[in-house]
Nanobody
Framework: QVQLAESGGGLVQAGGSLRLSCEAS????????MAWFRQAPGNDRDFVAG????????YYAQPVKGRFTISREFTKKTWYLEMDSLKPEDTAVYFC?????????????????????WGQGTQVTVSS
């Protein structure tokens, strides 16, 4: 059984930075696609960023382009979300997710319904 464990959330002032981590355990897909989503109170769970297993392809939602960076560690099933220049509107619960490699080839990596495994979520709060 696959489990995803996030860490790194917290409270930060606007303009600050945070780094989220997600580690997968168990038998995962071959060449999985790994992503981050976020959900603010009263809102849907939205795609933030995604990366392929080999790290050759990365994708970002428009609101975070140029401020957030997704990366992965090749020695283990861990990926990160480096968040810079944080804004109050970035406040949300952040979830890591993992799906199959077809998410990139089909182009539907932004759909939460296409992911097989989810972390429990970590709160990020940005104060103004």
């Amino acid at each position: 059984q696959v489990q995803l464990a996030e860490s790194g959330g917290g409270l930060v002032q606007a303009g600050g930075s945070l780094r989220l981590s997600c580690e997968a355990s168990g038998r995962t897909h071959d060449n999985p696609f790994m992503a981050w989503f976020r959900q603010a109170p009263g809102n849907d769970r939205d795609f933030v960023a995604g990366i392929t297993w080999a790290g050759h392809w990365t994708y970002y939602a428009q609101p975070v382009k140029g401020r957030f960076t997704i990366s992965r560690e090749f020695t283990k099933k861990t990926w990160y979300l480096e968040m810079d220049s944080l804004k109050p509107e970035d406040t949300a619960v952040y979830f890591c997710a993992m799906g199959g490699p077809q998410l990139r080839t089909r182009g539907d990596y932004y759909l939460k319904s296409e992911y097989d495994y989810w972390g429990q979520g970590t709160q990020v709060t940005v104060s103004s």
